[in-house]
């Protein structure tokens, strides 16, 4: 696996994207856990080279015009905020418009048939030059089919953030890009290791909760918690909701019901970490649990400030968005010194990922996991540590407010 700079040096992204064109001209949307602000790029269907938006029928099936790179995520979330604003500057960095070229994003509406209809549909519209999908079911056969589709017509596919099943489904597309989930798993599960034994807790209960289980980030994310935490330490449960908010907050409900003695609640995507924080304080159980969560929301950073979350494994969408633009344009292009430069060990297995970097975000100093050894361990192992001050920092930089 080719490890790439930290994340403090580079951003990127994976979402989704569709321009319906010809007579349909239309945009649809989705959620990841519900975006709250339009990121530099513009909104859904805008083009991330001007962040202008695009005219109904204009990104049809004619061939006048630039070609479409095109990021299909697998719902709406401010993550792709982040993301979409990754694409922007990959378009500005690597000179799109120059191309005949603009990247897209299309936000999926949270369903696996979502995904389907929009790949489906790009399958038929001659502008499309590449396609960047994060993948919302690792094993759906019928998302793996449309893919194959379009890489057989010409069109450049790749994903990011969520992979297919690279056991069964590799051939689908080119590359991977994003972040090496069960690595951020192991990570989040000796942090909450750490803080649990920090606290008095050499033992107990813990539930996971995903949008999805059989989702290949969720997946690993949650075998690498359930290897790295420890044996003494029991998964009780992983628990799905679809991507529905409001089963968000009741499947915590459900877990602490069901199990009163947890010890810790492990939220795996972005919008997890404030429905645990909430309910854990709507319960007055925060006291006894450790919380530790992946991704950056910008309600998680609150709750963060006010004491409700212990520790957060965030990705680096940003710079997944600036390597989707960079590694599409390069196979469009036939640029194989760039393809070389990111996948250099393309041949040998697992060379067609490209990881994109993990920080860890403690609330202050305090935290176990901010010890000096540990930090220089973590920055040595690619993880970059910050404090919530020094990451809310780097947000505001780059105009985000979650990543």
């Avoid at 990104?59 to 299909?72: D, E, M, N, Q, V």
């Amino acid at each position: 696996m080719h490890s790439q700079e930290t994340f403090f040096s580079r951003r990127s992204c994976t979402a989704i994207l569709l321009v319906l064109g010809g007579l349909a001209g239309l945009a649809l949307t989705g959620s990841f856990t519900g975006c709250s602000k339009q990121p530099a790029g513009g909104p859904s269907g805008a083009n991330a080279s001007t962040g202008s938006p695009t005219p109904h029928g204009a990104a049809g099936t004619g061939s006048a015009g630039p070609k479409r790179l095109i990021f299909i995520t697998n719902g709406d979330d401010p993550f792709w905020d982040a993301c979409n604003a990754g694409l922007v500057e990959g378009a500005k960095r690597f000179g799109l418009e120059a191309q005949g070229l603009r990247v897209v994003m299309e936000k999926n509406n949270a369903t696996a048939q979502g995904q389907i209809e929009k790949l489906r549909q790009l399958g038929s519209q001659s502008d499309v030059a590449g396609i960047a999908i994060s993948v919302i079911q690792a094993e759906n056969a019928a998302i793996v089919e449309e893919m194959k589709n379009l890489a057989a017509k010409g069109v450049k596919v790749i994903t990011v953030d969520s992979d297919v099943n690279r056991g069964k489904f590799r051939d689908a597309r080119a590359f991977y890009i994003g972040t090496d989930n069960i690595v951020g798993g192991r990570l989040l599960g000796a942090t909450a290791q750490t803080l649990l034994k920090s606290r008095g807790k050499t033992s107990g209960g813990y539930v996971q909760f995903a949008g999805f289980t059989d989702n290949d980030n969720a997946r690993a994310r949650m075998d690498g918690f359930k290897e790295s935490v420890g044996s003494a330490f029991k998964e009780v449960d992983r628990m799905s909701d679809e991507m529905d908010l409001s089963k968000a907050r009741d499947n915590v409900r459900t877990a602490l019901i069901n199990h009163p003695d947890l010890v810790s609640l492990v939220g795996i995507w972005a919008y997890n970490a404030p429905a645990i924080a909430e309910i854990a304080q709507e319960r007055s159980v925060r006291d006894r649990l450790t919380i530790v969560t992946f991704d950056a929301q910008a309600a998680a950073l609150n709750h963060m400030a006010d004491g409700r979350i212990d520790a957060m494994v965030v990705q680096n969408p940003f710079e997944m968005g600036v390597q989707t633009v960079r590694i599409l344009q390069a196979m469009h292009s036939q640029n194989d010194t760039t393809i070389k430069e990111m996948f250099p060990r393309r041949d040998q297995p697992d060379g067609d990922i490209y990881t994109t970097g993990l920080r860890l975000i403690l609330p202050n100093e305090a935290s176990p996991m901010g010890d000096p050894e540990t930090v220089k361990r973590l920055s040595e192992e690619n993880v970059e540590v910050l404090q919530l001050p020094e990451f809310r920092e780097w947000l505001a930089k780059y105009g985000l407010s979650s990543s």
